[in-house]
């Protein structure tokens, strides 16, 4: 599966309609990479017990990943 940090530029990217490295800012000015996908990694593999979501501002969009892995950039 692909790291949660590059699925979420790869869709903002997509919804600007830019290359990932076109984008005016980068995912480490908002949040840590490694420790978003750190997190959700360990989340998926304890997913019974796994509730809540993380949700940060990323290039104008409210990004919501939730515990169950869904990743939804409004």
Known sequence: MTKYS???VRR???K???HPTDLDDTLGDV???DALDQLMMSLERNQRDSVGALRFEFCGYTVR?????DIDIQ
Do not use: H, K
């Open 31 to 33: 949040v840590d990479p």
């Open 12 to 14: 903002v990217a997509d």
């Open 16 to 18: 600007e309609g830019v």
């Open 6 to 8: 590059v699925q979420i």
């Open 65 to 69: 990943v939730s515990a169950a892995g």
